[in-house]
């Protein structure tokens, strides 16, 4: 057995603030990273080209930055519980680390390969949270239940002392050339494209891949954007937001890292308004952690709906609907924009987020875990967690003490996009139509053919009191 410490990276693709790499390098100089592409996880039909790009291009990357302290970064194809158990047998590892993950499959994978080391005698650690800041398991109500609603959770959550950023790997001892031959005989790979694993994206990414990208999009954010971040984050004509969801979801950013900016960024504040907008992005990341610890504690949200009133509910499940909506040919402008935004960069505003699934779930009536794959198969920063959490705050199935919201995507349009740039950028046939008929959907038909765009395929007015007639039926039927 030698000192060898194998550290598995999942979403944590980076060297920097990473807590079990920080711990594995306090046990033994001679670290060296290993990282698995999954089959179970790639040959899902919920994934999506432009996360893939982007997980490689991070990998790529994090195989660098391996190189820069002394040590390596192998590449492993096949189920986990075999191949990194045969690898750290192969090497003689002393150990195998690795960072605990909140999803289901992750919990269910951890545990397999847990018994699969200790058949082969290799010693584990995965008990280090990395991409949160508080474990589930820390952040409790006074019943000593988990928290079900926010505004609570936050209470809790914000009131309690936050871990700085660990130590960065460094002066790292990696694999020996007769070593490197054996990773090689027992699987390790060189990086493949996204092509080689079946997929495609050919549109830019909307944040560039790695560490220093994803840093250096952080710095940028909070020093500028932040500061008028309450104000502007709900416009999506306006660069007002970080856009570090992605990085976040690989973990290409430590998020105490992320944490400590926003405190820096507090102490250096000079108004109370810009004090509101910081703390209000403290809240989104706080949202985050609260779906992930809703999925920690009831992983059925992964399954379905967390009301009993929408977990046979009645949808109308029309097909030709549901493939306008993906389509972005709807006939309501503000939908159909934010769905050709997805399409085309695999990324949407959050405020088009909650625009759209409102639309697919309360004027179409369509199952939200549709459009919760659908985002899926597209969005370059798809996380179950959080993906499933605001699908389930739309469709008013989730952990929400306003269960019953409904958007109009007009006022929608009218508020957040009044002059109708963002329309415009993505609904190309639309750009010399008047921003009064642009903004509340009202394009006179002859205009509409003219420019050769739908006229709305449902009745919003109409599809709402449905809605809210079948949800008061449903409620009904789900008393005690």
Not at 293 to 303: D, G, Q, S, V
Not at 369 to 390: H, P, R, T, V
Not at 416 to 424: A, L, N, S, V
Request: net charge negative; proline share 6%.
């Amino acid at each position: 057995m030698s000192d060898l410490i194998l550290f598995w990276h999942r979403r944590d693709l980076r060297i920097a603030d990473n807590t079990g790499l920080a711990a594995a390098q306090r046990q033994s100089p001679k670290v060296v990273g290993v990282f698995c592409l999954d089959p179970d996880i790639l040959e899902r039909d919920d994934i999506a080209p432009a996360r893939v790009t982007y997980m490689l291009g991070c990998l790529q990357a994090l195989q660098e930055r391996y190189i820069q302290a002394g040590s390596q970064l192998l590449i492993l194809h096949g189920p986990p519980v075999v191949v990194i158990a045969d690898l750290a047998e192969a090497l003689k590892a002393k150990a195998v680390f690795w960072n605990w993950d909140v999803e289901p499959y992750s919990q269910k994978r951890d545990r397999t390969i847990i018994n699969s080391l200790t058949e082969k005698g290799i010693q584990f650690l995965n008990q280090n949270w990395d991409q949160i800041l508080h474990s589930p398991e820390e952040i409790f109500s006074g019943a000593k239940t988990p928290y079900t609603v926010y505004t609570p959770f936050w209470k809790n959550w914000s009131s309690k002392p936050k871990a700085k950023p660990v130590e960065t790997l460094e002066n790292a001892e990696g694999l020996t050339a007769d070593e490197q031959e054996i990773a090689k005989l027992a699987g390790a790979i060189e990086l493949p494209s996204a092509k080689d694993l079946g997929f495609v994206w050919e549109g830019e990414l909307v944040i560039s891949p790695g560490e220093a990208a994803a840093q250096a999009r952080l710095e940028a954010f909070t020093n500028n954007a932040i500061t008028e971040y309450q104000e502007q984050r709900n416009f999506p004509a306006v660069d007002g937001t970080s856009q570090l969801s992605a990085a976040l979801k690989f973990g290409v950013i430590g998020i105490r890292t992320v944490w400590q900016a926003t405190i820096e960024a507090l102490e250096n504040s000079r108004s109370g308004e810009t004090e509101a907008s910081i703390r209000t992005w403290q809240q989104e990341l706080a949202w985050r952690e609260f779906y992930q610890h809703a999925m920690y504690h009831f992983p059925e949200l992964a399954e379905g709906a967390y009301r009993e009133t929408f977990k046979n509910f009645p949808w109308e499940n029309n097909q030709e609907h549901f493939q306008a909506w993906c389509e972005g040919r709807t006939g309501f402008p503000i939908v159909d924009a934010a769905m050709r935004q997805l399409n085309e960069i695999g990324w949407m505003h959050n405020r088009c987020r909650m625009i759209v699934a409102s639309f697919l779930t309360k004027d179409l009536q369509i199952n939200p875990q549709w459009g919760e794959k659908y985002f899926m198969q597209k969005l370059i920063d798809g996380d179950l967690s959080a993906n499933n959490g605001g699908w389930q705050w739309s469709a008013s199935s989730g952990m929400d003490p306003k269960p019953l919201r409904i958007f109009n995507p007009a006022s929608q349009a009218q508020k957040f996009d009044p002059d109708g740039e963002y329309i415009r950028q993505w609904v190309s046939e639309l750009r010399s139509v008047d921003t009064q008929y642009l903004v509340t959907g009202k394009i006179p038909p002859l205009e509409l053919h003219a420019v050769g765009y739908p006229k709305p395929i449902v009745d919003h007015k109409t599809q709402q009191a449905l809605f809210k007639e079948i949800y008061q039926q449903q409620k009904g039927v789900n008393l005690p």
